[in-house]
Each structure stands twice: as C-alpha cells, then as structure tokens.
C-alpha cells in the first residue's frame, strides 16, 4: 500500500475522509445483517454441522458424552451467536471489498489491479484455514478431550460451551491462514520485509511450534506436526510474496492517481 501524497492528502477535507468511512462501514453492517438473517434460517443445521466432530466420534455413540443446553436462555443466544459468525462468513467478500473501495483512492493505479486478487485471497485463505482445522484437527482433539480420563467420567457438557470452542477453534485457524495476505499488507506499507521475516524464521519457527502444541493438547507429536508443518509453509509464503510484492525506490513508482471517492 503506497502512502498519499500530502499535497493531495491536503486536499481532501478530514470530514471528507471520515463521512466515506461511516458509508462503508453503514453498507457493511447492513450486508452483515443480511448475512445473519440467511444464516439464521439454517441455525440448526449450522449447530449440527459443527456437533459432527463429536456426535461421529464412538464416545458419543456409546452415550459416554452428551451436550446438553444448561440454561433456559441458551439455545436462543446459541443461535445467534451460530447466525452472527455464519453470517459474518458469507458477508466477508463484501465487507472486504468495502475496505478495498474505502483504501483504493491513496492507492498507485497499477496496485488497484490486485483489488480482486486481494478479495478473494483473504476469502479463499480464511475458508481454507477453518476448514483445515474442522478436518483435519478436531476430529482428533474433540474425542481426546472428551474422554481424557478413560472412561472414569462421563461427560455431559453445555451445547454453548462446546459451540464457542469449536467457533474459536475454526476462527483462530481462519485468521493464521491469512498470513500471507498480512504479510503483503505490511510489506506495501513499509513495516517489513521480506529480508526481516527471512532473518526472523528461528523464532517464527519456535512461535509456531508453541501455537500448534496449545492448539493441539494431545500427547501425539504427530496432531502437533499436522498444525505446525502448513503454518510454517504459510510462513514462508508470506517471505515469498514480501519478496514480490516490496515496495521499489520512488523514483521507479508510477504517479498516483487522483484522490477521489
């Protein structure tokens, strides 16, 4: 991202600036609220389908694990919260391309190209990451937790609980996967590059191993690997595209277009 030039950043008026925002900001909450009314019709199979880790593990077929709702209250703020991350999901295409519409004007014209390639990116990425962790990572963890003990205790655990787990679980592997969209960000706005995150693999390596083993509280090395190995791949494609995407020499850059909304 190329910074505005103060002559043009002059230019605009601050009440300017601000009044695009709260536009962008009314149209994304409005596709937001879109979003969660769709997601809303479809709660209960929103709630099953992220029950399946459990529900299809042999605890639960053996009754030695159920999920019960505690409070009166808790199937309805359940939905909601399942209405409100489902439709956050299905409105993140148009909420980014907001932001895009909003940072676009103090953009070089050849950078506003990456406009799709950036929507889809941090789309596709976040997509990538939950289902990553809803396939590969809690079929494994769920049941092991579950039965920690061995059977000496039978598990009856609120549906609420459970249910903001697994959100953040999936949320959290959503975001890590964005890392490479973050790592172009950054690089376009100066903060680093891709010779400081080459020089800094070591300790992303050691962050990465400690975030996989307290994702992954199981004594299988193995589960361990399974999240730690694409976040290191990750890793590295972001020091790939801090590579490509570096910002060259001023003299080299192209004039900016027009600060207009």
């Given at each position: 991202?190329?910074?505005i030039?103060?002559?043009?950043?002059?230019?605009?008026?601050?009440?300017?600036?601000?009044d695009?925002?709260?536009?962008?900001?009314?149209?994304?909450?409005?596709?937001?609220?879109?979003?969660?009314?769709?997601?809303?019709?479809?709660?209960?199979?929103?709630?099953e389908f992220?029950?399946?880790?459990?529900?299809?593990?042999?605890?639960?077929?053996?009754?030695?694990?159920k999920?019960?709702?505690?409070?009166?209250?808790?199937q309805?703020?359940?939905?909601?919260?399942?209405s409100?991350?489902?439709?956050?999901?299905?409105?993140?295409?148009?909420?980014?391309?907001q932001?895009?519409?909003?940072?676009?004007?103090?953009?070089?014209?050849?950078e506003?190209?990456?406009?799709?390639?950036?929507?889809?990116?941090?789309?596709?990425?976040f997509?990538?990451?939950?289902?990553f962790?809803y396939?590969?990572v809690l079929?494994?963890?769920?049941?092991?937790?579950?039965?920690?003990?061995g059977?000496?205790?039978?598990?009856?655990?609120?549906?609420?609980?459970?249910?903001g787990?697994?959100?953040?679980?999936?949320?959290?592997?959503?975001?890590?996967?964005?890392?490479?969209?973050?790592?172009?960000?950054?690089?376009?706005?100066?903060?680093?590059?891709?010779?400081?995150?080459?020089?800094g693999?070591?300790?992303?390596?050691?962050?990465?191993?400690?975030?996989?083993a307290?994702?992954t509280?199981?004594?299988?090395?193995?589960?361990?690997?399974?999240?730690?190995?694409?976040?290191?791949?990750?890793?590295?494609?972001?020091v790939?595209?801090?590579?490509?995407?570096?910002?060259?020499?001023?003299?080299?850059?192209?004039?900016?277009?027009?600060?207009?909304?």
């Open positions: 991202m190329s910074a030039p103060p002559k043009e950043l002059s230019s605009a008026p601050l009440f300017d600036h601000l695009e925002l709260r536009k962008r900001i009314i149209i994304s909450v409005i596709f937001l609220a879109v979003g969660m009314a769709v997601a809303f019709q479809y709660r209960v199979q929103l709630i992220f029950k399946e880790p459990l529900t299809h593990s042999v605890l639960y077929q053996a009754d030695k694990v999920l019960v709702a505690l409070q009166l209250t808790e309805l703020m359940l939905s909601l919260n399942m409100f991350w489902a439709g956050l999901a299905l409105a993140l295409p148009f909420i980014l391309w932001v895009w519409a909003f940072i676009a004007p103090g953009l070089y014209v050849h506003r190209r990456w406009a799709l390639p950036f929507i889809l990116g941090a789309g596709v990425a997509l990538g990451g939950a289902l962790g396939k590969m079929p494994t963890m769920i049941p092991f937790l579950a039965d920690f003990m059977g000496t205790v039978e598990g009856y655990f609120s549906i609420g609980s459970y249910l787990m697994v959100t953040t679980f999936l949320i959290s592997f959503g975001l890590a996967f964005e890392m490479p969209i973050l790592a172009v960000i950054l690089t376009r706005i100066g903060i680093v590059n891709h010779t400081m995150l080459r020089g693999w070591r300790i992303a390596l050691v962050v990465i191993m400690i975030a996989a307290v994702i509280p199981t004594p299988d090395p193995m589960n361990m690997l399974l999240v730690a190995a694409p976040l290191y791949v990750l890793y590295e494609l972001s790939i595209l801090s590579r490509v995407f570096r910002v060259v020499p001023t003299e080299e850059t192209e004039t900016p277009a027009p600060l207009s909304f």
